[in-house]
Each structure stands twice: as structure tokens, then as C-alpha cells.
């Protein structure tokens, strides 16, 4: 987990966390406790974690989750993606450029 009890528990006063990435990347349990001993942290989130229930129950109006994932999910941002990769894939057969290669 990247962002964990130890990282969070160094957020500013009235700090809120926003993860658009994957829920993988916080580490809940710690959140939670984080959440618990400061009442000025809140959490939002386009992808509900797992222990939901729990976050909203205790928290209510300090936590937010989208009922989707919406990091890509409008028509635009599937076109921008899609626009990017084919660039890259021509850059790809016309320079041999690899700089956004992955695994």
C-alpha cells in the first residue's frame, strides 16, 4: 500500500484525501484509524473500498465514493485515450520511439 497509516497521519489539518487511482493503493485499516483519532480528515474516492460500510457508517459526510470507477468513463476521456495510443503506436512503426512502452 503507498499511502499508509504512517504517510496519512502527516496530512495538514483539515486535509482531505483524494484517491483516483486504486482503491489498492490505501491502506484502509490505517485510514480508518487515522479517521478515528482526527475528525478534520475526509475521503474521496471514485472507487468505493472495501470496508464501505464501515467508512460511511462512522464517517458519513466525511467520506464520498462514486458508484463507479469514473476515472475514464466519459466520452471524451475514451477518445483522448484512444487518440494518445494510436500517436504512440505510429510513433512507434515510424521512430521506433518506446517511451511509454509497457510490460
Sequence with gaps: KSIDYD????MPK???LV??????????????????????????SDIAPDMRE???DRFGDRVFFTPKKMGA??????????????????????EGDVTFKVN
Design 54 to 56: 464501515q467508512f460511511e
Design 73 to 94: 468513463q466519459t466520452a471524451e476521456a475514451n477518445i483522448n485515450a484512444g487518440v494518445a495510443a494510436a500517436k504512440q503506436i505510429i510513433r512507434f512503426f515510424e
Design 19 to 44: 484517491n483516483t487511482a486504486r482503491k489498492e493503493v490505501v491502506d484502509e485499516e490505517g485510514l480508518f484509524k487515522l479517521m478515528e483519532e482526527r475528525d478534520d480528515i475526509k475521503y474521496i
Design 7 to 10: 504517510l496519512l497521519k502527516n
Design 14 to 16: 483539515g486535509g482531505t
